[in-house]
């Protein structure tokens, strides 16, 4: 009998050890570290790994976790040093930095094909526009959302206080910021990052030169920094009178998410560039236990001189995961995120935990069990990289700010009623990986400089001479003559 036991013993040990050597190991890289227990994150890991059993699919996942300040500079080392990275999750303006310089990203088109028939299904096509180059290949896999997120929440109890009405126009933005600096001296009128408060104003100030919109199409038919047009000294100008007026924060520019949110529930302003629906649903829980009486709406789209709001075009694309050449198990990558695009339980498990765990299933909405909230979960979306919001208009949070109620559905109508910004260079994508560079970033950094006095407004021409005499002709030849080449192919 003893016998027996130990052959019963060692075959299942071997079945064991043959079962964990044919699984594909994914190791995905994303910089979003976030308070999720080592523990909770093991269970969900597993649960996922059986779910994907059930389709046959023997995927086990190690998540590399990272903070992001940092990411970027980790990634390159574990990349150069031949360590297994088989997906890379970003912001897609980072990602396009890997794109062009080098042979680093893997197109997916065939894995698509293979493995992402409900990716290409589910996925809209303009979403898909985003992450595809002008040879069309397909070089990420997108998440999707057609909020634009660029934008400003303002305190209306402030507003309601000193008597003024919500601002429609930047001059009218600027009474109010005045205003707040007169009424509350302790208070910074306004705070923010410029890829917030950038596109938000553009319409109003500088048409399609932004610092968000690295290049554009420019009145001769060359491919430029949009923030190298003239256009853009009205802008630089704007953030120079609003420093030195005390209207917004000196320090926003080396600001982080995390500083300008603090300011915002601290009390400690009035207007914040942001993501709207994030000041007015995932915030306001911190601001309102500071300030009971507080409310809040967003600022609608500021209107220009010719009466009309403008708003850059959005693909609704934020973050997308990419796969390295040097991937392992690729197919295991379009696997996963092919399930989890069309099993509504596996995205729900990868991106909130265990049902009854780490979330309550309502049915047609979800909520988070009693005493713990979105600042304290158990568990929060470790394993879904990306999100897409066809799938969580399914089965939306229960525990949505009523303060807010509507809110994102007169946010998304006030933006979709704006004129749309054009680059002129919609669905043309960039290659820069002969010329060993992209983001024209000293100008950037130079321009910048000037709303903090380290550079006069008066320097606004001499930088820009200097960035193409300095390596930025170069680059603005390259990339016209990619841009007229696409074109005559079209």
Sequence with gaps: MKRILTLLLSLALLLGLTASASAQTMVLFTPWGNTSTDADTALVRKSLEEELAKD???????????????SLEKLNVLLSSGEQIDAVSMNIGDARGYLTTGNIIRPINDLLEQHGQNLKKMIPENAWAAVTDKDGNIWAIPDYYMWRWQGAAIRTDLLAEVGLEMPTTIAELENVMQVFKETYPDMIPAVGLPWFSDPFLQGAVSGVAS??????????????????????????????????????DPEWLSGSDDSQSKLWV?????????????????????????????????????????????????????????????????????????????????????????????????????????????????????????????????????????????????????????????????????????????????????????????????????????????????????????????????
Excluded at 214 to 236: D, Q, R, T
Excluded at 419 to 440: C, R
Aim: proline letters at 6%.
């Design 56 to 70: 046959g699919l023997d995927i086990q996942l190690d998540w590399i976790i990272t903070p992001t300040d940092g």
């Design 266 to 490: 601290s009390g400690r302003t009035g207007i914040y560039f942001c993501d709207p629906h994030r000041a007015l649903d995932w915030t306001w829980a911190a601001l309102k236990a500071n300030f009971p009486e507080a409310t809040g709406d967003f600022i609608p789209v500021l209107k220009a001189e010719d009466g009309k709001a403008h708003f850059p075009l959005d693909y609704g694309v934020g973050r997308i995961v990419w796969v390295p050449q040097m991937s392992k198990n690729p197919e295991a990558v379009v696997q996963f995120f092919d399930k989890m695009v069309s099993d509504l339980d596996f995205y729900f498990i990868a991106e909130n935990g265990i049902p009854g765990e780490h979330w309550i299933d309502n049915g047609d909405s979800w909520s988070l069990p009693e005493g713990i909230s979105t600042d304290n979960p158990l568990y929060a979306d470790v394993f879904s990289p990306l999100s897409w919001e066809f799938i969580d208009v399914q089965k939306p949070s229960a525990n949505a700010n009523p303060d807010a109620a509507g809110l994102h559905d007169r946010l998304n109508e006030s933006y979709a009623e704006a004129e749309i910004i054009y680059t002129g260079l919609e669905g043309f994508t960039l290659d820069g990986s002969q010329l060993g560079m992209y983001n024209p970033i000293d100008l950037y950094e130079n321009l910048f400089n000037i709303t903090i006095g380290v550079n006069s407004l008066d320097d606004f021409d001499a930088i820009i001479a200097n960035w193409y005499a300095t390596g930025g002709q170069e680059l603005v030849d390259a990339y016209t003559q990619q841009y007229e080449e696409w074109k005559a192919a079209q």
């Design 211 to 248: 610092q968000m919109t690295e290049w554009a199409l420019s009145p001769e038919g060359k491919v430029v920094p949009s923030m190298s047009l003239p256009e853009y000294k009205n802008m630089i100008a704007l953030y120079t009178k609003w420093v030195e007026n005390g209207w917004l």
